[in-house]
């Protein structure tokens, strides 16, 4: 934070070779055949396109931010609810796990069925807000500083006196740092609605449109564009949460960096915590056929946990069904979990060279952040060229939506070494490189987990991305053909076992995360 | 009417006072503010399912809707478009329109499989447009032609393939089937061989991008099957079979105007129906023409001949889906 | 002992569990001082005194034994808005300036700000932060924090005042010079008074008598009666008397801490 300018200064020259790369790239045809546009070209596009933008802009902007004020809301509701009652949140937590992980692509034919106008798109982009903004809200409504809770309590008030006078206020840096991850999400979702579900207007409307026409700059005007509302909503954001959290910090009272785990187990025997897991699960069963219920959906269409199990285990075709689901798993699975040790793997390795060697990190910095709001459908004939359809395009399109994330809470984690322990290190005549191996290092390894645990969710997401828009194979694709076959049951299965095994998968990583995690902080 | 409709539930669980509920009224307040208004009147309102974005395929709706067609009869209407996720039969299941325009393969297999209450009342095209696109110097002229190479489908016409490959008596295992994602940019780069799309409309594109194409009908290759097929509910049959019937009139009145002059009405709408679709005019006007062969029949518009319906059941058995000719209706149009 | 007006602790037992071992913070520790009288509490580390303040505060509840002020138990004297505590962090909330930082409690107790504005500027001019009422607590030195948590103890005219170590992290010359300073304002209004500290010579100057504790388990071993007159000068902490006071509290504190 010191050297802001300075690093500001470095952004903007690393942007500068990004802009003349990328040009020369594009003017050379360097990558698959010239589909890859030079940014003049880009540029030249959306300016003749400019008559088409506004109205697509407007619907796109509309949803996606009223489905951001709505989905904040009840998140930040749901955040200071559960810091306040902390059964509600052990109960709830399959759902809030459920709403993290389940695959957006899965939701957006479901939620055509049920809605009608731009309820579908809302509702994604509330989904989409929902887990970072709550999750954030919960640690930051529930971490403060004990000590100022004391002062209200001495002072006669009761635990609403400190939630009014303290936890609300001392957690607007963390509120806001979910927010502008929950933008970027929001816009996402929406255009994912946008784009599947015969929508008149928005970006991803758009987006659909002008596939067809085989123009590469086209699409990525409009991925661009995207990405850029997805920064300017990152960037307002982190500017409020930055003035809030220097607001929050005097020079004694320390705030604790936000974490991103929920309150863990350790006081329930095991018997409780059996029957706590039991109840949270129940409740995502209870919620989900209660949703269907309530929306009143044909039966045909609509299939609630029982109607699943009966499809696979009891149906006429549930023999079938299980095999295509198996097959499906085994291809899929698998390369979810490569693409995932990749992605940490290359987030590992590059925010260990960021630390060596800043200059690159911000050089880097600007291709991340188009990598993660470039729409995939844009970006797969582009992925398809280049890597072809086999393994390694899977591979990189899953590299691709787990490794920034992973990077993020990598590079946190080494930046945020107690400058305490550096100091005594220096003092001893360290160099970088051993600070770097006896205080970084060992902080990166510990934070290796909490990114695979974020990131594991993502890499299920991108195989099936991959699948259903390039290689035909895996949960994707069957997901995408049981739509045309009208198999609803399928549809619904293919659903409930992504969601599943990301929530499996995000549990025993977590599971790990705490063990280690005791073991190395005394 | 046994089932509450949508607005009835909504406004009484709303009257209920929970929170979550309410919310949701909220959020369709929301949603509603930008669909339209009903305009009050005699008109009895229809909401029909497309198929797919607006393009050239749905002209004769558009011209219908904008002369007043509808409105003539008594109809307003309120059309929905369609997209890659949307299933045109989902929004017949779950209430969102009593009429949709579909594919015969799903909407049948639906009927047999799940026992779906649908009705097919008419057509809008007798031949179906969906064949093979190539470019021109990869010879690829008939089914087999695609032993050994690579075909890009869309995956919700995996049936429509299979038919295909049966029929010509080619293994699926001697081609490598991939998803296909809307975006020429692979066939016109060589990385897949063919595509499965709309005959009518991607050979304007790849010429557009300086390659000529080539491209065949699945029907002329016995896959001889309708696609818009016009269904309904039985429920909607039986309780709005005048409105239907009203609706393919003047459907039937858009077409035949359309086909008048295939240019004329493409440009008209380039302000409307078709504006910041991402698609060209030229486009449309290239559709337009590509597809009145394929629609016209000598019972008029949307008409379903024995004959027709025969091919269509016997096409989709060849897959083992098992249709009968009481699956279709000709009654309606017989009334126009 | 009805009508008599005193802080009483009585018997009292706390032991906390930290991973399976049981720490006896305080083993059956009884206490009497007058109402209006200052107290402190001295002893080493982990010797239980900052646990008996915070049952004075009602902040946690004792194993056993009871305490309470002129028979009124803490966790009533917390809702009455009688108590005014001061913590070794001054515990600010930093987002509020000076002069709101000082009005919380009165805030928390539904008091109408504007009644108390002048109470509220004669503190901040008593603890002779005039000027700086509109700052917030990252703008000030840790001593002006200090006076600022003190001024909050205060706002409320507490019959109570608990003071935790309130001086501990400033250096000598400020700290005596706030010692001075708490006496001028303790003179005043004569709230009754508990401060924990671990220095003797804090603990001679201001209180009217000292609890000596030990540790492991904590308890009191001796009262010691402070007979020095009032207002005390910087002059006394050289006088004999002060010394020998000193001599006699160390060797306490020693002779325990080696036992």
């Given at each position: 934070m010191s050297s802001s300018t300075g690093s500001l200064r470095r952004s903007a020259g690393s942007l500068l070779i990004v802009v003349v790369v990328w040009e020369l790239v594009g003017k050379l045809e360097l990558i698959a055949g010239g589909t890859f546009p030079p940014l003049s070209a880009i540029f030249g596009r959306l300016y003749d396109d400019r008559a088409d933008y506004p109205q697509h802009l407007a619907a796109t902007l509309r949803s996606a931010g009223i489905g951001f004020a709505v989905g904040s809301v009840i998140a930040i509701g749901c955040g200071i609810l559960f810091a306040q009652f902390k059964m509600l949140e052990r109960i709830f937590r399959g759902v809030s796990i459920t709403f993290f992980a389940v695959p957006l692509i899965v939701l957006v034919p479901v939620l055509l069925l049920a809605f009608q106008g731009t309820m579908p798109r809302i509702i994604l982009a509330i989904i989409a807000v929902y887990f970072p903004v709550m999750v954030s809200t919960l640690i930051g409504v529930r971490d403060i500083d004990p000590r100022l809770a004391e002062v209200i309590r001495v002072s006669g008030g009761t635990d609403r006196d400190v939630m009014r006078f303290v936890r609300l206020r001392a957690a607007l840096p963390a509120i806001f740092a979910g927010l502008r991850v929950g933008g970027p999400g929001a816009l996402l979702g929406v255009m994912l609605v946008e784009f599947g579900g015969g929508v008149r207007w928005g970006l991803g409307t758009y987006l659909l449109g002008s596939l067809g026409r085989g123009e590469p700059a086209r699409l990525w005007g409009i991925g661009l564009l995207a990405t850029m509302i997805a920064g300017?909503?990152?960037?307002?954001?982190?500017w409020f949460g930055a003035y809030f959290l220097r607001t929050n910090l005097s020079t004694t009272v320390s705030m604790k960096a936000s974490s991103t785990t929920l309150d863990s187990d350790d006081r329930y025997t095991g018997l409780q915590r059996l029957v706590l897991g039991i109840a949270s699960f129940c409740t995502v069963l209870v919620l989900w056929s209660g949703a269907l219920r309530l929306m009143n959906l044909s039966p045909v269409v609509a299939r609630g946990p029982v109607a699943v199990v009966r499809y696979l285990f009891t149906g006429?075709?549930?023999?079938?069904?299980?095999?295509r689901l198996l097959s499906a798993l085994g291809e899929t699975l698998p390369l979810a979990g490569i693409g995932l040790m990749f992605g940490l793997l290359a987030a590992f390795v590059l925010a260990l060279l960021l630390d060596l060697f800043p200059i690159v990190g911000s050089a880097f910095f600007p291709f991340a952040l188009i990598s993660q709001s470039m729409p995939l459908p844009a970006l797969t004939p582009l992925i398809v060229l280049v890597f072809g359809r086999s393994v390694l395009a899977t591979v990189v399109v899953t590299f691709s939506v787990t490794f920034f994330p992973s990077y993020v809470t990598i590079a946190q984690a080494l930046s945020s070494s107690p400058q305490g322990a550096i100091d005594v290190a220096e003092s001893y005549g360290a160099r970088r490189l051993q600070v770097l191996r006896f205080i970084r290092l060992p902080q990166a390894i510990g934070s290796l987990l909490t990114a695979a645990r974020l990131a594991a969710p993502r890499a299920l997401l991108g195989v099936m991305i991959a699948e259903y828009l390039a290689?035909?194979?895996?949960?994707?694709?069957?997901l995408n053909e049981s739509r045309g076959k009208l198999d609803y049951g399928m549809i619904w299965t293919v659903g409930a076992v992504s969601v599943?095994?990301?929530?499996?998968l995000t549990q025993i990583i977590s599971k790990l995360e705490r063990q280690i995690g005791r073991k190395f902080l005394v | 009417m046994n089932q509450l409709s949508r607005r009835q539930f909504i406004?009484?669980?709303?009257?209920?006072?929970?929170?979550?509920?309410?919310?949701?009224?909220?959020l369709n307040a929301c949603a509603k503010s930008d669909g339209k208004t009903s305009s009050g009147g005699s008109a009895s309102p229809l909401s029909m399912q497309a198929a797919w974005i607006n393009d050239a395929e749905f002209m004769g709706y558009f011209i219908a809707m904008t002369n007043g067609y509808y409105a003539a009869e008594g109809i307003e209407l309120n059309y929905l478009s369609g997209g890659p996720d949307v299933i045109p039969e989902s929004s017949l299941l779950s209430g969102i329109a009593p009429l949709a325009l579909t594919t015969p393969?799903?909407?049948?297999?639906?009927?047999?499989?799940?026992?779906a209450p649908f009705v097919i009342v008419g057509t809008q095209y007798q031949k179906n447009p969906i064949g093979i696109v190539s470019l021109k110097k990869s010879n690829i002229n008939e089914p087999k032609d695609l032993i050994g190479k690579t075909l890009a489908v869309p995956p919700v016409n995996t049936i429509t393939v299979e038919a295909m490959l049966k029929i010509s008596g080619v293994d699926k295992s001697q081609l490598t089937i991939v998803p296909y994602a809307y975006d020429p940019t692979p066939l016109i780069k060589g990385e897949i061989d063919a595509s499965m799309d709309f005959t009518t409309n991607v050979p304007y594109t790849i010429s557009q991008l300086g390659e000529e194409a080539s491209s065949f009908l699945l029907y002329d290759f016995g896959v001889t099957l309708y696609n818009d097929t016009v269904v309904v509910t039985k429920d909607a049959l039986s309780s709005q079979r005048e409105l239907i019937v009203k609706w393919l009139r003047a459907s039937r009145k858009g077409w035949e105007e359309n086909f008048k002059d295939t240019t004329k009405y493409p440009a008209m709408f380039a302000d409307s129906y078709f504006k910041g679709t991402g698609r060209t005019i030229e486009n449309e006007v290239f559709f337009n023409g590509a597809q009145q062969p394929l629609m016209e029949s000598d019972g008029g518009f949307f008409s379903m001949s024995d004959e027709g319906i025969e091919n269509n059941l016997r096409a989709l058995s060849e897959i083992g889906i098992k249709g009968t000719k009481e699956m279709f209706d000709t009654s309606l149009l017989a009334e126009i | 002992m009805a009508g008599e007006t005193l802080l009483k602790?009585?018997?009292?037992?706390r032991s906390f569990d930290l991973r399976g071992t049981v720490v006896h913070a305080l083993k059956n520790v009884s206490l009497q001082v007058p109402a209006g009288s200052f107290l402190a509490l001295i002893g080493p580390s982990g010797c239980g005194k900052s646990t008996l303040l915070r049952l004075l505060a009602g902040l946690d509840t004792p194993d056993a034994g009871a305490l309470s002020v002129n028979g009124v138990d803490p966790f009533t004297l917390r809702?009455?808005?009688s108590i005014g505590m001061a913590f070794q962090d001054p515990a600010l909330l930093p987002w509020r300036s000076v002069r709101k930082n000082i009005a919380l409690p009165l805030q928390i107790l539904k008091r109408n700000l504007d009644e108390y504005s002048a109470r509220i500027q004669s503190l901040i001019e008593l603890v002779g932060l005039s000027g700086f009422e509109d700052a917030v607590p990252g703008q000030l030195s840790g001593g002006m924090r200090q006076r600022v948590s003190i001024a909050r103890a205060l706002v409320t005219e507490p019959n109570i005042l608990l003071l935790d170590e309130p001086f501990g992290a400033l250096d000598e010359i400020l700290r005596r010079q706030m010692n001075l300073e708490l006496q001028q304002i303790w003179m005043k209004r004569r709230p009754t008074t508990v401060l924990v500290t671990h220095a003797i010579d804090e603990a001679i100057a201001l209180a009217d008598s000292v609890a000596v504790m030990t540790s492991r388990p904590g308890r009191v071993v001796e009262v010691v009666q402070i007979d020095l007159p009032r207002p005390r000068t910087t002059e006394m902490f050289r006088s004999t008397e002060f010394h020998a006071i000193a001599d006699h509290l160390s060797e306490l504190l020693f002779t325990h801490a080696t036992a």
């Amino acid at each position: 934070m010191s050297s802001s300018t300075g690093s500001l200064r470095r952004s903007a020259g690393s942007l500068l070779i990004v802009v003349v790369v990328w040009e020369l790239v594009g003017k050379l045809e360097l990558i698959a055949g010239g589909t890859f546009p030079p940014l003049s070209a880009i540029f030249g596009r959306l300016y003749d396109d400019r008559a088409d933008y506004p109205q697509h802009l407007a619907a796109t902007l509309r949803s996606a931010g009223i489905g951001f004020a709505v989905g904040s809301v009840i998140a930040i509701g749901c955040g200071i609810l559960f810091a306040q009652f902390k059964m509600l949140e052990r109960i709830f937590r399959g759902v809030s796990i459920t709403f993290f992980a389940v695959p957006l692509i899965v939701l957006v034919p479901v939620l055509l069925l049920a809605f009608q106008g731009t309820m579908p798109r809302i509702i994604l982009a509330i989904i989409a807000v929902y887990f970072p903004v709550m999750v954030s809200t919960l640690i930051g409504v529930r971490d403060i500083d004990p000590r100022l809770a004391e002062v209200i309590r001495v002072s006669g008030g009761t635990d609403r006196d400190v939630m009014r006078f303290v936890r609300l206020r001392a957690a607007l840096p963390a509120i806001f740092a979910g927010l502008r991850v929950g933008g970027p999400g929001a816009l996402l979702g929406v255009m994912l609605v946008e784009f599947g579900g015969g929508v008149r207007w928005g970006l991803g409307t758009y987006l659909l449109g002008s596939l067809g026409r085989g123009e590469p700059a086209r699409l990525w005007g409009i991925g661009l564009l995207a990405t850029m509302i997805a920064g300017i909503s990152y960037g307002v954001f982190s500017w409020f949460g930055a003035y809030f959290l220097r607001t929050n910090l005097s020079t004694t009272v320390s705030m604790k960096a936000s974490s991103t785990t929920l309150d863990s187990d350790d006081r329930y025997t095991g018997l409780q915590r059996l029957v706590l897991g039991i109840a949270s699960f129940c409740t995502v069963l209870v919620l989900w056929s209660g949703a269907l219920r309530l929306m009143n959906l044909s039966p045909v269409v609509a299939r609630g946990p029982v109607a699943v199990v009966r499809y696979l285990f009891t149906g006429a075709r549930g023999a079938d069904a299980r095999d295509r689901l198996l097959s499906a798993l085994g291809e899929t699975l698998p390369l979810a979990g490569i693409g995932l040790m990749f992605g940490l793997l290359a987030a590992f390795v590059l925010a260990l060279l960021l630390d060596l060697f800043p200059i690159v990190g911000s050089a880097f910095f600007p291709f991340a952040l188009i990598s993660q709001s470039m729409p995939l459908p844009a970006l797969t004939p582009l992925i398809v060229l280049v890597f072809g359809r086999s393994v390694l395009a899977t591979v990189v399109v899953t590299f691709s939506v787990t490794f920034f994330p992973s990077y993020v809470t990598i590079a946190q984690a080494l930046s945020s070494s107690p400058q305490g322990a550096i100091d005594v290190a220096e003092s001893y005549g360290a160099r970088r490189l051993q600070v770097l191996r006896f205080i970084r290092l060992p902080q990166a390894i510990g934070s290796l987990l909490t990114a695979a645990r974020l990131a594991a969710p993502r890499a299920l997401l991108g195989v099936m991305i991959a699948e259903y828009l390039a290689t035909g194979n895996g949960l994707g694709n069957l997901l995408n053909e049981s739509r045309g076959k009208l198999d609803y049951g399928m549809i619904w299965t293919v659903g409930a076992v992504s969601v599943t095994f990301a929530v499996l998968l995000t549990q025993i990583i977590s599971k790990l995360e705490r063990q280690i995690g005791r073991k190395f902080l005394v | 009417m046994n089932q509450l409709s949508r607005r009835q539930f909504i406004g009484r669980s709303a009257a209920g006072g929970a929170t979550l509920l309410g919310l949701s009224a909220f959020l369709n307040a929301c949603a509603k503010s930008d669909g339209k208004t009903s305009s009050g009147g005699s008109a009895s309102p229809l909401s029909m399912q497309a198929a797919w974005i607006n393009d050239a395929e749905f002209m004769g709706y558009f011209i219908a809707m904008t002369n007043g067609y509808y409105a003539a009869e008594g109809i307003e209407l309120n059309y929905l478009s369609g997209g890659p996720d949307v299933i045109p039969e989902s929004s017949l299941l779950s209430g969102i329109a009593p009429l949709a325009l579909t594919t015969p393969d799903s909407t049948i297999k639906a009927i047999v499989d799940d026992g779906a209450p649908f009705v097919i009342v008419g057509t809008q095209y007798q031949k179906n447009p969906i064949g093979i696109v190539s470019l021109k110097k990869s010879n690829i002229n008939e089914p087999k032609d695609l032993i050994g190479k690579t075909l890009a489908v869309p995956p919700v016409n995996t049936i429509t393939v299979e038919a295909m490959l049966k029929i010509s008596g080619v293994d699926k295992s001697q081609l490598t089937i991939v998803p296909y994602a809307y975006d020429p940019t692979p066939l016109i780069k060589g990385e897949i061989d063919a595509s499965m799309d709309f005959t009518t409309n991607v050979p304007y594109t790849i010429s557009q991008l300086g390659e000529e194409a080539s491209s065949f009908l699945l029907y002329d290759f016995g896959v001889t099957l309708y696609n818009d097929t016009v269904v309904v509910t039985k429920d909607a049959l039986s309780s709005q079979r005048e409105l239907i019937v009203k609706w393919l009139r003047a459907s039937r009145k858009g077409w035949e105007e359309n086909f008048k002059d295939t240019t004329k009405y493409p440009a008209m709408f380039a302000d409307s129906y078709f504006k910041g679709t991402g698609r060209t005019i030229e486009n449309e006007v290239f559709f337009n023409g590509a597809q009145q062969p394929l629609m016209e029949s000598d019972g008029g518009f949307f008409s379903m001949s024995d004959e027709g319906i025969e091919n269509n059941l016997r096409a989709l058995s060849e897959i083992g889906i098992k249709g009968t000719k009481e699956m279709f209706d000709t009654s309606l149009l017989a009334e126009i | 002992m009805a009508g008599e007006t005193l802080l009483k602790i009585d018997n009292v037992s706390r032991s906390f569990d930290l991973r399976g071992t049981v720490v006896h913070a305080l083993k059956n520790v009884s206490l009497q001082v007058p109402a209006g009288s200052f107290l402190a509490l001295i002893g080493p580390s982990g010797c239980g005194k900052s646990t008996l303040l915070r049952l004075l505060a009602g902040l946690d509840t004792p194993d056993a034994g009871a305490l309470s002020v002129n028979g009124v138990d803490p966790f009533t004297l917390r809702q009455q808005g009688s108590i005014g505590m001061a913590f070794q962090d001054p515990a600010l909330l930093p987002w509020r300036s000076v002069r709101k930082n000082i009005a919380l409690p009165l805030q928390i107790l539904k008091r109408n700000l504007d009644e108390y504005s002048a109470r509220i500027q004669s503190l901040i001019e008593l603890v002779g932060l005039s000027g700086f009422e509109d700052a917030v607590p990252g703008q000030l030195s840790g001593g002006m924090r200090q006076r600022v948590s003190i001024a909050r103890a205060l706002v409320t005219e507490p019959n109570i005042l608990l003071l935790d170590e309130p001086f501990g992290a400033l250096d000598e010359i400020l700290r005596r010079q706030m010692n001075l300073e708490l006496q001028q304002i303790w003179m005043k209004r004569r709230p009754t008074t508990v401060l924990v500290t671990h220095a003797i010579d804090e603990a001679i100057a201001l209180a009217d008598s000292v609890a000596v504790m030990t540790s492991r388990p904590g308890r009191v071993v001796e009262v010691v009666q402070i007979d020095l007159p009032r207002p005390r000068t910087t002059e006394m902490f050289r006088s004999t008397e002060f010394h020998a006071i000193a001599d006699h509290l160390s060797e306490l504190l020693f002779t325990h801490a080696t036992a």
